[in-house]
């Protein structure tokens, strides 16, 4: 497995935003890294609200969940395409959200895996409470695929950035969701 030493966003580009947008915004720090107990305290002083690192990244989640949370962080917890989602479950009941990745992290522009969305459900089926994020290759195409397999958070970089009216995207992104949302509701 491999992750990079180092990050493209660190903690003063979340301090600078911070100080520009005041505490308003959510930011939720993805933390593809190699060691990201290191980065715990940084993110935590600069602003960021949670701190989500990659399972596969480090030799003892349970501390790094406790260390984030004693920072003053929510905790969301990532698994790459090929970590089995019942690797995660032993520590769902102490995160805030489990972060299924829909490409290879590392670039932007993938195409979406929809052989995740087993993984979003069966989250979604054990821990109905639990924030459940998709990361890669979602956009207008994918996001009704993910919303209703039980995400509710999605990241979608390429197919806002790309768009000819961002916003349009972002609402679009966000109904689908909150309509699936909805209708588990109703459904239990």
Known sequence: MHFVPNITFGHPVVESLRK????D????MHMMVSRPEQWVKPMAVA????YTFHLEATENPGALIKDIRE????????IKPGTTVEYLAPWANQIDMALVMTVEPGFGGQKFMEDMMPKVHWLRTQFPSLDIEVDGGVGPDTVHKCAEAGANMIVS???????????????????VCSEAAQKRSLDR
């Open 20 to 23: 520009q947008l005041g505490q």
């Open 47 to 50: 602003g960021a609200n949670q």
């Open 71 to 78: 920072n003053g962080m929510k905790v969301g917890l990532a």
């Open 25 to 28: 915004p959510f930011f939720d």
């Open 157 to 175: 970089g390429s197919a806002i950035m790309r768009s000819e009216d961002p916003r349009s995207v972002i609402n679009l992104l966000r109904n």
